[in-house]
Nanobody, 124 residues
Framework: QVTLVESGGGSVQPGGSLRLSCAASVFTLADYAIGWFRQAPGKEREGVSCIGSLYGNFYYADSVEGRFTMSRDNAKNTVYLQMNSLKPEDTAVYYC?????????????????WGQGTQVTVSS
């Protein structure tokens, strides 16, 4: 059974940093695009970033461009989302998801497996 497990969420002050991890089992992360999505209270889930199977294939939402960075450790079958300069509006539950293919996408319908989510709270 395909499993994605997120970790690394927590509470941080504005301007702080967090690194989220997404560990996969059963399949090889490097063969598929992996995306990060987030859902804030009362809002729809939105695509935040993605790393594709091919080198250099990335996507970042405008709201996080320059502050968030995705990376992948093939040996650990894990992807990471480094989040710097966090803002209160980054507060949300963050989900990682496996795409049906290797190309990055910000659309939920391109993803067929999801993690359980991890809470990120940015507040002073």
């Amino acid at each position: 059974q395909v499993t994605l497990v997120e970790s690394g969420g927590g509470s941080v002050q504005p301007g702080g940093s967090l690194r989220l991890s997404c560990a996969a089992s059963v399949f090889t992360l490097a063969d598929y695009a992996i995306g990060w999505f987030r859902q804030a209270p009362g809002k729809e889930r939105e695509g935040v970033s993605c790393i594709g199977s091919l080198y250099g294939n990335f996507y970042y939402a405008d709201s996080v461009e320059g502050r968030f960075t995705m990376s992948r450790d093939n040996a650990k079958n894990t992807v990471y989302l480094q989040m710097n300069s966090l803002k209160p509006e980054d507060t949300a539950v963050y989900y990682c998801a496996k795409a049906r293919h290797g190309d990055c996408s910000k659309e939920e319908y391109d993803y067929n497996h999801w993690g359980q989510g991890t809470q990120v709270t940015v507040s002073s």
